[in-house]
């Protein structure tokens, strides 16, 4: 089920979604919806973004929404400071609008280093990966995607190819220059998601353990689905019929609802799907 159809189910089912926040969507019929697919990961610190919302509108009201350079680029943006600080290493960030155009990227600098970004991922060490493909935890950014490079790597791989002829600041191909309100609202979002990731543990994610395992192998906040493939359309809408919003890709995965009570999943333990 592709993202579109699941929005559209969610629609017949609620009406409009009147609001978002956190990881609850309320609708026009006044259901309160537990959003465990979360925009595939990026409204996972929330959907009202935060203070990550708030610089967005005041570099609006600044008026700084032309093509003039809005920062001083003899020294890091703010943003490659705030990816550096995230992976505890010194890093050059460019910007993508799809997956497999970051992700190309990455392998043409670091074969045998790059990979996904994935917070709260135990089995990942961010500093150690040459190229890291990070996915904004903002909402409305769904065709932006980062590439954290090393700065050591990218100026090892200026000079092996000509060191004369590289610019200060390289252009990688494919990538895009962003808007300077949407890089002041991403760069925000990813110190928030810095703090995060020292309040939320594991023990804020095994609690709704004795209902989720059943339909899904958790790892940290990230839910695999056990249910077969064939079948899972079907679990889809058996779950948003029980105001359960989970992720509609049975190859993605669906995401524990931080801060929500464990009393949004008993009608799930109710009224179990059979596979």
């Known amino acids: ?29 006044g259901v309160r919806v537990t959003d465990l697919f979360q925009e595939n990961g990026r409204a996972i610190l929330g959907w009202e973004g935060g203070s990550a919302f708030t610089y967005f509108k005041n570099v609006l009201s600044r008026g700084q929404t032309g093509s003039f350079i809005t920062e001083d680029k003899n020294h890091p943006s703010r943003l490659e400071r705030a990816i550096s600080e995230l992976t505890e290493s010194e890093r050059k960030v460019f910007a993508f609008s799809d997956k497999m155009s970051a992700l190309k990227a990455g392998l043409l600098i670091s074969s045998e280093s790059t990979s996904f970004y994935k917070p709260w991922a135990e089995e990942q060490t961010i500093s150690q990966a040459d190229c890291a493909i990070i996915i904004p935890p903002l909402p409305w950014t769904d065709t932006i995607y980062l590439l954290a490079v090393k700065t050591e790597k990218l100026t090892a791989k200026s000079h092996a190819q000509d060191s004369s002829t590289q610019p200060e600041n390289p252009h990688i191909p494919g990538s895009i220059d962003l808007p300077f309100a949407i890089e002041s609202a991403i760069t925000r979002a990813i110190y928030n998601l810095i703090a995060a990731l020292k309040e939320r543990q594991e023990k804020d994610f095994f609690i709704y353990d004795p209902v989720l395992t059943k339909y899904w192998e958790r790892r940290g906040p990230y839910l695999y689905p056990k249910v077969p493939a064939e079948k899972y359309d079907a679990f889809v809408l ?30 799930l333990k109710k009224e179990a799907f059979e596979y």
Do not use: Q, W
């Open 1 to 29: 089920m592709t993202k579109s159809d699941f929005y559209n189910e969610l629609y017949k089912n609620y009406g409009p979604v009147t609001r978002a926040r956190g990881c609850f969507l309320y609708t026009k019929k």
């Open 238 to 267: 058996h779950c948003l019929k029980l105001g359960l919003a989970i992720n509609p890709d049975h190859n993605a995965t669906s995401l524990v609802p931080f801060g929500a009570d464990r009393g949004v999943f008993t009608r």
